[in-house]
């Protein structure tokens, strides 16, 4: 199985701030990656697919970039409601599979 | 509006099995894979399987190979995930979640509400 793996597990940040997730894949999984927001109790949320196509109705503020192993979701200006947890998917092979999770807190 | 409806919270004995239902709704059921997902509380998403609504075709994540079975009406627009021999570690919501794209199974978008299942003695 591809691991996926995020960092930071947790970041702080303010409004207004520009934060970057990365996400590192064990193996090279060109641009099979996809970004998820998940606020508590509700569903995973599409924002980021095939590394950086944003997906309809998803704030610009929000790419994504990266090929191969190692990639990156940006929030170039962060807003109250982006605080939530972020993963990372891989689809490049079976099983897909899922970072662990960034959460991004209020500072 | 394409949305996904899941049935209730369940509670069951280890040993046991359930049965998650997806009601798909504003979109030609049999033209998108359908995902299931899955997050034990506190934790992270593991992918579980998909199944092509169209020919009833799947593919389970080895992890749930012999214990998972996905299935589909598609005269009511319903996929469906059964689990057997339920585990206390199998306590978590699960999710469906449609692909993206038209005969894709690569992106998971859009999902469904949940369904809490509690295995406990």
């Known amino acids: 199985d591809i691991q996926m793996t995020q960092s930071p597990s947790s970041v702080s940040a303010s409004v207004g701030d520009r934060v970057t997730i990365t996400c590192r894949a064990s193996q090279g999984i060109s641009s099979w990656l996809a970004w998820y927001q998940q606020k508590p109790g509700k569903a995973p949320k599409l924002l980021i697919y095939a590394a950086s196509s944003l997906q309809s109705g998803v704030p610009s503020r929000f790419s994504g970039s990266g090929s191969g192993t190692d990639f990156t979701l940006t929030i170039s200006s962060l807003q109250p409601e982006d605080f939530a947890t972020y993963y990372c998917?891989?689809?490049?092979?079976?099983?897909?599979?899922f970072g662990q999770g960034t959460k991004v807190e209020i500072k | 509006q394409v949305q996904l409806v899941q049935s209730g919270a369940e509670v069951k004995k280890p040993g046991a099995s359930v049965k998650v239902s997806c009601k798909a709704s504003g979109y030609t059921f049999t033209g998108y894979y359908m995902h299931w997902v899955r997050q034990a509380p506190g934790q992270g998403l593991e992918w579980m399987g998909w199944?092509?609504?169209?020919?009833?075709?799947?593919n389970y994540a080895q992890k749930f190979q012999g214990r998972v079975t996905m299935t589909r009406d598609t005269s009511i627009s319903t996929a469906y995930m059964e689990l057997s021999r339920l585990r206390s570690d199998d306590t978590a919501v699960y999710y469906c979640?449609?692909?993206?794209?038209?005969?894709?199974?690569?992106?998971?978008?859009?999902w469904g509400q949940g369904t809490l299942v509690t295995v406990s003695s």
């Open positions: 979640a449609r692909d993206l794209k038209q005969w894709a199974h690569n992106w998971f978008d859009p």
């Open positions: 998917q891989q689809a490049n092979s079976f099983p897909k599979t």
């Open positions: 199944i092509n609504p169209n020919s009833g075709g799947t």
